[in-house]
């Protein structure tokens, strides 16, 4: 079963860039739908955006549309999370999931298994 490690959050003023990164050092994520969420203090956890690791589907939420990608390296075995022009409310907790969830259902929190701890992004000036 895969470990994913995010890491990359932090501080940024309103407008600014950030990447977040996620890996398992032991266990490739092929074979897997990968994906991020972000839960917000008080809020519920919400999708952000997924991949298909070994295909060409990717989806990002509304939210985020022309402001975040989602991305994979390979070889690295490692997925990233481009987030540019930040607002506030992007503040969360973000999280790097693997799972095997029906592409349609790709959203549902319930179906990824396998979870990291989570990285702060807190966008604030």
């Known amino acids: 079963q895969v470990q994913p490690v995010e890491s990359g959050g932090g501080l940024v003023q309103p407008g600014g860039s950030l990447r977040l990164s996620c890996t398992d050092s032991q266990h490739t994520f092929a074979g897997y739908a990968m994906a991020w969420f972000r839960q917000a203090q008080g809020k519920q956890r919400e999708f952000v955006a997924a991949l298909r690791w070994s295909g060409g589907n990717r989806d990002h939420a509304d939210s985020v549309k022309g402001r975040f990608t989602i991305s994979r390296d390979s070889a690295k075995n490692m997925m990233y999370l481009q987030m540019n022009n930040l607002k506030p409310e992007d503040t969360a907790v973000y999280y790097c999931?693997?799972?095997?969830?029906?592409?349609?259902?790709?959203?549902?929190?319930?179906?990824?298994?396998?979870w990291g701890q989570g990285t702060q992004v807190t966008v604030s000036s």
């Open positions: 999931a693997a799972g095997r969830p029906p592409w349609g259902l790709r959203s549902d929190t319930s179906l990824y298994y396998y």
